[in-house]
């Protein structure tokens, strides 16, 4: 832009030398004597016409320029204004993209925060459930221990139950063997009552013998014991007739 505009302001010096340059010529022709007539004035003439016509061709040639320069100057006044629209939109677009980009940057610190805070919910997590499954495996090495327990009790409650089964059987066959030593007992018993009921029999007969082999004597009182039974039933008469009455069968 700067260079377009010092070569407009230079085709307009060299213009205007020229054109001061011409003026200068006219008026040296015009004020200068005129001794020769001849062909001398022709031919000054001439050359002075044909240095005007050149420079007139020169200042044609610079205006052409000008004119070509200052139609670049509004083509470049029109790019420079587009380009200046198309900055200004570039600089918009510059502060939406900034703003975009702290907008941007925003999220993605609020996003690594809340990275970081999940990450730490997530080793939080992690620590956790180690610890549970530590804990289960700690209970389950319990309830291992447990079960181990659980089943030599039950064993050894089985065993207490077949000691138990064999106890009862025992207790039954105790009570089997006592129901029958009672059941001998009591045979025992009515066998002790029906001797002693035969002893007393027997002792009566004897008295009764003795009064007889006294000849009807009052009977002596006997208290006789086991052993004293067995001496007075051998000093019996055996050739003694018995009664038979009132013996048992």
């Known amino acids: 832009m700067t260079t377009l505009i010092g070569q407009m302001l230079g085709c307009l010096l060299v213009a205007a030398g020229i054109g001061c340059a011409v003026g200068w010529l006219l008026r040296h022709l015009s004020s200068g004597s005129h001794p020769q007539q ?23 040639v610079k205006i052409s ?74 209970l389950r090495t319990q309830v291992d221990e447990l079960q181990d327990r659980l089943t030599l009790q039950e ?7 077949r000691c138990l089964a064999t106890l009862q059987q025992q207790v039954s066959a105790f009570e089997s063997i006592q129901g029958t030593l009672a059941e001998q007992t009591k045979r025992a018993s009515e066998k002790k009552e029906e001797i002693d009921r035969l002893r007393k029999r027997l002792i009566e007969l004897q008295a009764a013998l003795r009064i007889r082999a006294d000849g009807g004597g009052a009977p002596r009182p006997i208290q006789p014991t086991g052993n004293q039974l067995s001496l007075q039933i051998g000093q019996t008469n055996p050739s003694t007739t018995l009664p038979t009455d009132g013996l048992p069968n």
């Open 65 to 138: 320029e000008t004119q070509a320069l200052e139609d670049k100057m509004v083509a470049s006044d029109a790019l420079h204004q587009s380009t200046e629209q198309e900055l200004a939109a570039q600089h918009e677009q510059v502060r939406a993209l900034r703003k975009e980009l702290a907008a941007t940057r925003q999220q993605l610190l609020e996003h690594e925060t809340a990275r970081d805070s999940w990450i730490d919910t997530y080793a939080q997590a992690v620590q956790r459930a180690t610890d549970e499954a530590a804990r289960s495996q700690n």
């Open 155 to 161: 064993q050894g409650l089985n065993e207490k139950d």
């Open 38 to 60: 001849g062909t001398d004035g022709a031919t000054t003439q001439r050359l002075n016409h044909q240095a005007l016509e050149k420079l007139q061709q020169e200042l044609n």
